[in-house]
């Protein structure tokens, strides 16, 4: 059996299955492919969802299906130490008349169950996963993938959205710039005495940032980086120690913690892919890009790739323009500048955190107290990351 689609996309994560999406709403046909089902539950994440990333889901009728399971952050409070509830934070932003930050926690879960629906539903896309791929030929004229079964799928573009392992890079040769940051981000949700209001909180230890994020119903997503040593001495705790460490880090601000569900633990690196293409190819999500979770921006910054792709695709549709041309060259130089600036910040601000250094420690105590006295720096940071400066994708715009 032989089928033919305008494009193909590799990996039905939440980035494949955002650019299958993306994609079809600007009118291509769309093959979406994943060695594994995605339906499988198995990330206990939850992601911080930028007011762009928001509009983007809603223009693509996501949203509709998260009615009470999506969490808005209304506060963020930032300290360079360990806090309790009577202590001082050094950095905060709370929504009000000059400042509205427009933010949402949602669970990976629920976010990708949403996805898939939409997926399943939608008459451009054919989904096959779980699938093998035995090959997959680049051609100048188009892709041709050998699926088991003797299953042929041709398309003019293929999307690499299988990871930041991603074989689909390896395979056309493109290198990656690689930093391991020797840290480990514990990943848990936790249940809590007290109601988070809409507050997210991030605490700088020399080891890493522990963050809060809150969920619906009185839950909160916990991201606790740390070193390799003690992130896995962390996980080898049985639940009720791992919680008594927890509540001693956070001092009691939450009230009484109590553990929903296992833990899971990611290595945390920075990977920069050196190109964003190669014949027929584009690289989107984390096969392009992963960073350091310290900001919350890694799926932000894949959603970005997919509504700019889909710009590109959907002009070249319309234009009859052969979909492995200029299309290719333009996405990456809208991508990869926006995503290496994202990069290089995002590792900055972890090597300025983790660590003991008095010296930085003063200074960056000096600029957290600076920018929390100041309305007008405030409103940069927030602007900046709503996403919704810059050159944005349509789909990223409220009026589409
Ligand atoms: C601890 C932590 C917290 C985070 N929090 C946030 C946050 O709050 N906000 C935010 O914006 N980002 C956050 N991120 C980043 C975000 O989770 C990732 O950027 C995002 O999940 C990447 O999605 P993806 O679809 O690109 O890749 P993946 O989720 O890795 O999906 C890849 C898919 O490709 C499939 N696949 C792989 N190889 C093949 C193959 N050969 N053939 C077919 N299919 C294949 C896999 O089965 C999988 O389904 C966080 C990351 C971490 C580690």
Known sequence: MQEKFNIVVVGAGLVGLTTALACAKKGASVCLLDKKSPSIKRDMRASAISASSFVLLKNLDVTELFEGNIQAIDNIFISDSQVGRKNKFNLQFQNSNNINYKGYMIDNSILKDALLKKVNKNPNISIKAPVKILEILRGSRAVKINLENSHIIEASLLAAADGKKSSLRKSADIGVQFTSYKQSAIVATIDHEFPHNGSAYQFFFPGGPLALLPLTKNRSSIVWSDTLSASNAAMSLNDTDFIDELSHRIRGLLGEIKLLGTRQSFPLNLQMAENYSANRLVLVGDAAHSIHPIAG?????????????????????????????????KYEKWRSFDNNLLCITTDLLNRLFSNKNSLLRFARRLGLNSVNHSELIKTFFIEEASGLTGDLPTLLSENI
Do not use: C, P, T, Y
């Not at 799926?299 to 792709?309: V, W, Y």
């Open 297 to 329: 921006q890694g799926l932000n910054m894949g959603f970005r790739d997919a509504a700019a792709l889909a710009d590109n695709v959907g002009r070249s549709i319309h234009e009859g323009i052969d979909l492995g041309g200029e299309v290719i060259k």
